[in-house]
């Protein structure tokens, strides 16, 4: 590197010229996320926010109604409150539960056994099937009289469950199917595990520490930013949740499974009020803005980051 | 140096202004994507010449595609000189039919039957002037399908076809189970009755769903009630009225009784006719398209009876119905108008009901069909004969907010037990200012 710069012309004007040229490079580099993220993101998400201070059924003229839209949701909306409420139950069992399993089985998947790439693989597989063709197969597992699960129930004699049904059963039944796709974290854990030096455990072990003390003290602050990260990305799109939904519950039964992605989603294509289903989908943007804020906030109290040698940040 | 700095400078912008462009015309996009993914094409017979192009759309697929196809064939064979594009759009048609109104790209001639939802915003051509024009006679249609057609005292479409539901039955099992056939005119006790007798393990009488209050309506007309006031803009009062008290309790009833595996999701009618089909429930609520492939199937005995009448009640029936639409910036409408003339007359709509498919709106086609004295199509000819309202979707554009607080008046009574004359109370209420 050093080198390469000595054998240049010397001076700031020179140097500016590269840095310059430099640039130019990068800006060509990453032009082609740049232009599909303005043209496929940024101009209809400006396009939605002007949308949602209007009243528009997409044919007519949109009618400007300032704040009327977000008004609507706070005040005479009776689904909106119960969407955001079961949103929420959703998300905070998603999450965990996901970043407890996904750890649980990325370190039975480190240990070094005879057939371990075939259990990797087999681990992963299941979320590699996505959407609508998940949701499809889990109608028939969840099947309340002819599918596998309420077979197996019964051949041990207990009664069947009503997985789609009942009002009490169906939201933890759409959360396993959530918990289906836990192989994508679980390879993110894996590497993370890969990555803790061996010497942290060798130096445990001379201090007396024994495995849960070593999973506690070394392993789980090591993989923190994984875990970080996971917690985020799986935040997000539990928030987001509308395809189980769409497909396998409709919202119910007595709308206990209506997310608030799903209202969104009947607001602009059953009802095809746009305006309305705009302001609900800021709303949520700014809601998951400001829980993703929260958790990188309390990130420096509990992420350790290797590099900084420091510890915690 | 500088100068190409510059150009480039240019460059970068330009490409994000044009995007952000292509952003903010994000609906025409979907617009144009819609119409340009046919399923299916049309065919042209006749090859030399100028030739008139027509773009057709419509949600049938498949096996239900079939009979369109086969008028629009016969039409290119009359008229050579036209080149007609079947588009089948079997999902989210609403979405696509909207978002291509919304950017001009809206197909020539389109199958629709929400006109409260289409109509608002100038969308859709009204097509008085050209009935009048062309003295076509509104009076060869059933008077019922007519009003389907109108929205805000204009017409939108010329009727497609249209079928009446009723129950099917599956004889076998009612052998099996020792219980008589329904007859028409049953009442809804016998119904809960009947259900309850041919609801075993692994068998159910019938499937009922709190999710479709659509397919409700004919109980609630045949006892007196209804879900809005005629004109589609009141529900208290109506919703919430003595008669409904009784029949939601009846349905509740029904509800209990029935299976519900299929009360959910969006595949549900599909499944509820493949449970019917391989013998898991013996009666099953639908319309009369698939009746002559069960038929031809062969692999159940099928018998159809009307919907059971509530004592003292007259029965009802809900009507499926669609017209012939064209948009209001179509490039050839007067081309367009031929088409939708010939669909919807005596020989497009004779065309699309042979084999049994569905009723003709035109009422000599359907006497000359004979398909009400037909066994298995009698009960649905039954259910049109006192039928005098149109299904609430049809009365006001702002209907759809409305049903859903309905709905989940009733999951509410169905699925949690809730008390029915206090929930459907405050349900008339919320649903009342949802329609102002």
Redesign the interface.
């Known amino acids: 590197m050093a080198n390469q710069t000595a054998a240049r012309p010397q001076g700031w004007l020179a140097e500016r010229r590269r840095r310059r040229r430099d640039n130019r490079a990068g800006w060509l580099f990453i032009s082609p996320w740049l232009i599909g993220f303005v043209a496929l993101m940024l101009g209809p998400m400006a396009f939605s926010l002007i949308v949602s201070f209007t009243e528009w059924n997409m044919i007519g003229k949109a009618k400007f109604i300032g704040s009327g839209n977000y008004v609507r949701m706070f005040t005479s909306d009776p689904f909106y409150f119960k969407s955001l409420w079961i949103t929420i139950k959703y998300v905070f069992l998603v999450v965990p539960l996901q970043v407890v399993l996904a750890i649980l089985i990325a370190l039975l998947l480190n240990r070094a056994t005879f057939g371990i790439k075939l259990f990797r693989a087999v681990f992963y597989m299941p979320s590699l099937i996505q959407g609508v063709t998940l949701a499809l197969i889990w109608s028939w597992l969840y099947n309340e009289d002819f599918g596998p699960i309420n077979y197996a129930l019964q051949l041990v004699g207990l009664p069947r469950v009503h997985w789609l049904t009942d009002p009490h059963i169906a939201l933890f039944s759409l959360v396993i199917i959530a918990l289906w796709g836990v192989g994508s974290p679980m390879v993110l854990y894996l590497s993370a595990l890969k990555g803790v030096s061996s010497e942290y455990y060798e130096a445990a072990s001379i201090d007396g520490a024994g495995p849960l003390r070593k999973f506690f003290n070394v392993t789980l602050p090591l993989i923190t930013p994984t875990i970080l990260f996971n917690v985020i990305t799986s935040l997000i799109s539990a928030f987001q949740t509308v395809v189980v939904a769409y497909v396998l519950t409709g919202g119910g039964p007595a709308n206990e499974t209506y997310f608030y992605s799903f209202h969104v989603y009947r607001s602009a294509f059953t009802h095809f009020e746009m305006g309305y289903s705009s302001a609900m989908a800021w709303v949520m943007f700014v809601l998951i803005i400001l829980l993703t804020g929260a958790i990188m906030f309390s990130s420096r109290y509990w992420v350790h980051y290797e590099a900084d040698g420091s510890g915690k940040r | 140096?500088w100068n190409s700095?510059k150009t480039?400078g240019l460059a970068?912008a330009a490409?994000?202004f044009?995007?952000?462009?292509?952003?903010?015309g994000?609906?025409g996009d979907s617009g144009q994507e819609s119409s340009s993914s046919p399923a299916a094409s049309g065919s042209a017979s006749a090859s030399s010449g100028e030739k008139i192009k027509l773009r057709f759309m419509t949600w049938d697929s498949g096996g239900t595609l079939k009979p369109y196809q086969n008028a629009i064939d016969e039409f290119v064979k009359q008229h050579p000189n036209y080149e007609v594009k079947v588009e089948s759009v079997p999902d989210?048609y609403?979405?696509k039919l909207?978002?291509s109104?919304?950017s001009n790209t809206a197909p020539d001639v389109f199958m629709a039957w929400n006109f409260p939802?289409?109509t608002?915003?100038?969308?859709l051509e009204p097509l008085d002037s050209y009935i009048e024009r062309d003295k076509v006679d509104m009076g060869m249609y059933y008077d019922i399908i007519v009003n389907y057609m109108k929205y805000d005292g204009q017409i939108w479409g010329l009727p497609t076809t249209f079928s009446t539901r009723a129950i099917y039955y599956n004889k076998k099992l009612f052998d099996e189970a020792g219980v008589p056939y329904p007859k028409d005119g049953w009442t809804w006790s016998e119904f809960t009755d009947t259900v309850k007798k041919l609801t075993k393990p692994?068998q159910y009488g019938f499937i009922s769903t709190?999710?479709d209050i659509f397919t409700m309506q004919p109980y609630f007309w045949s006892n007196g009630g209804d879900l809005v006031s005629d004109d589609g803009r009141h529900t208290d009062g109506v919703f919430n009225s003595e008669q409904n008290v009784k029949t939601i309790e009846f349905l509740k009833g029904l509800y209990d009784v029935s299976?519900?595996?299929n009360?959910?999701?969006?595949?549900?009618t599909n499944n509820g006719l493949e449970s019917f089909e391989t013998g898991?429930i013996a009666m099953f609520d639908n319309g009369m398209w698939p009746i002559n492939d069960i038929v031809k199937a062969g692999k159940i005995d099928l018998g159809v009876v009307t919907h059971p009448v509530p004592e003292g009640g007259t029965l009802k029936g809900i009507v499926h119905t669609s017209g012939y639409s064209m948009p209001k910036n179509g490039k050839n409408k007067e081309a367009a108008w031929e088409l939708i003339k010939f669909m919807s007359g005596p020989e497009g709509s004779k065309i699309i009901t042979a084999d049994k498919f569905s009723f003709s709106p035109v009422k000599a086609v359907d006497e000359a069909s004979g398909y009400a004295n037909d066994p298995l199509l009698k009960p649905f000819a039954e259910e049109l004969k006192n039928s005098d309202k149109i299904i609430a979707g049809n009365r006001y554009e702002k209907w759809?907010?409305a049903e859903?607080?309905l709905k989940?008046a009733i999951?509410?009574i169905?699925?949690?037990g809730a008390d029915v004359k206090s929930t459907i109370d405050k349900a008339a209420k919320?649903a009342e200012?949802a329609l102002q």
């Open positions: 140096m700095r480039f970068t490409a994000v044009a995007g952000l462009l292509a952003g903010c994000g609906n989210n609403d979405q909207l978002t109104l919304a939802m289409y608002p915003g100038g969308g692994g709190p999710d299976s519900k595996i009360s959910s999701g969006k595949f549900s898991r759809s907010q859903d607080m989940s999951q509410a169905f699925v949690n919320d200012k």
